[in-house]
């Protein structure tokens, strides 16, 4: 494997305007690979991830209250769609996804709709990072539209079991993954455009587990009380301030503060990010399953699409920081729905 650490090539530009778009990128002395390749195209086209628009979330408010000027996708199954579905919206599955916003007007803002909005923030990641700025995911999904379909987010009982206040260091800088890409011809901005497709025509569930999301009893399966770890899997807090990480006096073992492991990540704040190439992004391992979550799973969805994309096996924790902070009630609305196809 070969070894890549993507040094602070961007220190002067974040220095002076902290702003990256569309900059020129000053590199440093780096062994490249696809992912690096990846990297350096995307913290110089708008770093999304550590944006200010980072994550793209609208409300159910805001929805209703503007209908005609949205074009509304909902990505849940059909026969879900067919139960209930907000009027005017058009069922497309995520394997259409890309091509179906591709061929929008780019001006029309285009919103995500999934079951608990977990789903409809990884793909509206995935759809950011491709470069779509007029896409939004809905804040809570079908949940924040009716109570009617609010269930998931309201019953969800996450246990609290294994959980500790103890600080966990971030891993040493290591290698970026090593990835393919399926076309080897054109530019990066092509290769990371057949790429992202790929990435979406994977399934990411918002109310069970997948191959892209997690839940929290599927993490105590493979927990060891001997190790007092999870197997081969690292994982990101990934909050706006260190509240969402601790509970109480740091150290206390019998405080949920956090899994037991887990490893806080500044969100972005004022400008502030721990997932730079030129902050801490490489701290997080290559060769580990990662499993991220954040306050309420929108923001680890997003973060889980960039990490997949760099070639790490990603996984976002599902409802979010449910051990420590309830659902929001007032969140859900009784906005009228229609059903049928």
């Not at 305007?17 to 390749?37: M, R, T």
């Not at 608990?116 to 007029?134: E, V, W």
């Not at 999904?141 to 260091?169: C, E, H, K, V």
């Not at 990101?236 to 949920?256: A, D, H, K, R, S």
């Amino acid at each position: 494997m070969k070894s890549i650490i993507v040094k602070t090539y961007l220190i002067l530009l974040i220095l002076i305007s902290g702003c990256l778009k569309d900059s020129p990128v000053l590199q440093a002395n780096i062994e490249k690979n696809n992912s690096a390749d990846i990297l350096i195209y995307l913290e110089s086209h708008g770093d999304f991830i550590n944006s200010s628009e980072m994550p793209s979330l609208i409300t159910s408010d805001t929805v209703y209250n503007n209908l005609s000027d949205f074009i509304i996708v909902d990505i849940r199954q059909t026969s879900d769609f067919t139960a209930g579905h907000i009027q005017n919206a058009v069922n497309i599955l995520h394997t259409n996804l890309y091509d179906f916003v591709s061929s929008q007007v780019p001006t029309k803002t285009i919103v995500i709709v999934s079951t608990n909005g977990q789903a409809g923030s990884y793909y509206t990641g995935l759809l950011r990072l491709a470069g779509f700025t007029n896409v939004f995911a809905l804040k809570y999904g079908m949940a924040s539209w009716n109570i009617d379909f609010a269930n998931s987010w309201i019953l969800n009982d996450q246990p609290s079991t294994n959980f500790n206040n103890r600080i966990y260091n971030k891993s040493v800088i290591s290698s970026l993954p090593e990835i393919n890409f399926s076309n080897s011809e054109g530019n990066i901005k092509d290769k990371i455009k057949g790429r992202i497709k790929e990435l979406m025509s994977l399934l990411f569930t918002d109310i069970f587990s997948s191959n892209i999301s997690v839940t929290v009893n599927d993490l105590n399966t493979i927990y060891s009380s001997i190790n007092g770890d999870y197997l081969n899997t690292y994982i990101v807090c990934y909050g706006q301030n260190q509240g969402e990480y601790f509970l109480g006096q740091n150290g206390q073992l019998n405080n949920p503060g956090h899994l037991p492991t887990a490893v806080y990540y500044q969100a972005n704040n004022f400008g502030a990010s721990d997932l730079r190439s030129t902050t801490f992004l490489q701290t997080i391992p290559s060769n580990k399953e990662i499993v991220v979550y954040s306050k309420i799973a929108h923001s680890s969805a997003f973060i889980t699409a960039y990490l997949r994309l760099l070639g790490h096996n990603a996984k976002s924790l599902l409802f979010g920081m449910r051990w420590r902070f309830g659902f929001d009630i007032s969140e859900v609305k009784n906005y009228p729905y229609v059903t049928g196809s």
